[in-house]
């Protein structure tokens, strides 16, 4: 199986899968003389660690990261600091029932990637998915903690604005309210709403798609490239990448489909300080593939989680017609554990563009744009 490598200048390769001994990453491109120890990754794995909340699985996995190469500990500073050479991180599995799958070992499950990875390889790990299973994620997230570093001025943060059918209400919107609710909700009325709502689902032993937002601040202009490295094409693509995403969208997105040309373009005058002004952002902080310095926002939409407690007609391996239950524990919402893989997939995205602008352009262009 090929194609478990993401990014140019910082790379990122994962491994393992979800009943395995263990997942993990190699980092490879990171500059030399980064502070990082394993606490500063730890920090973001355990916003995306399953059995949290009644709402997440129910899986017990402390998802304790290992460095195993690439820092050193600096003799004139005493601090751990990065090499440049590849980081590896490992996260041991310790919560496996791979009994749980044994009565579907050869089901398909609609929905899921059962049936492709069967037609493709002729075998696959039914255990949890093995490779396929959002377990994967959270080496993305470790990865996503390394690109942090690099990028430490921009600050990457997202939300999950909608839960099925139900939307925030954005004149609502506050970040601290993120940290307090189990759904990374930006609106309180509305956390409360998904909590009941997200209960009823569960009971059911069905599950419900959400749309995740991630706004990344302070990124400069500049970054990013016109055609084949665009930024928000190269944003599309690590968003698409996640488990169960099924749409990605920049700015106003879809949206943008509705409005008129004067309603969507961004008019711009100059501030205070006199350096460009845009009076609004449809653009999601993106003209021509190329930063433009403005918050940049992207949505992703999740599907439901695609194990489930109600029966669903398939087929087995053989060609038979049957039905299929999937017990074991699993999300009713998977797209509320998504919100930190999504920040860390775009934080991956926003530090091998500014690795890439920076061996291009060095410091690139100031304003005024020298003519």
Known sequence: ????????????????????????????GCPPLLELKEEDIQLFLDQRRPGTSRFTTQRQESDRVKILSGVFQDEKTGRQVTTG????????????????????KDKYRPGHADFTYDLKYGIRDYRGGGRSSAR???????????????????????????????????????????????????????????????????????????????VAENAP????????GKLDSELASALMSI?????????????????????NADEMRFGNDGAPLFLSNHAGGILGGISTG??????????PTSSILQPRLTIDRTGAETEIVTKGRH???????????GEAMVACVLA??????????RDGAKWPVAR
């Not at 202009?221 to 084949?228: F, L």
């Not at 488990?243 to 309603?263: D, T």
């Not at 091998?352 to 352009?361: A, N, W, Y």
């Open 294 to 303: 403005q918050p940049i926002v992207a949505r992703f939409a999740v599907k």
């Open 243 to 263: 488990n169960a995403v099924k749409g990605v969208e920049i700015g106003e997105g879809f949206a943008a489909a509705e409005l008129s040309g004067e309603a």
């Open 352 to 361: 091998d563009q500014f690795l890439r602008h920076r061996g291009q352009v």
């Open 85 to 104: 050479t590849p980081i590896a991180l490992l996260i041991e599995n310790e919560d496996q029932r791979s009994k749980d799958y044994d009565s579907i």
């Open 221 to 228: 202009a500049g970054w990013g490239a016109p055609i084949y």
């Open 136 to 214: 994967e994620t959270a080496t993305r997230v470790a990865a996503g903690a390394i690109a942090r570093k690099i990028i430490d001025k921009v600050r990457v943060r997202g939300a999950l604005v909608q839960l099925g059918p139900h939307k925030i209400n954005r004149n609502n919107w506050d970040w601290d309210e993120v940290g307090k609710n189990p759904f990374f909700c930006p609106d309180a009325k509305a956390a409360a709403l998904f909590e009941a709502y997200l209960d009823e689902i569960r009971k059911a032993g069905s599950s419900i798609g959400a749309v995740i937002e991630i």
């Open 1 to 28: 199986m090929s194609h478990n490598t993401f990014g140019h200048l910082f790379r990122v390769t994962t491994f393992g899968e979800s009943h395995g001994p263990a997942i993990g990453c190699v980092v490879d």
């Open 331 to 341: 999300d009713p919402c998977v797209g509320i554990r998504a919100v930190p893989v």
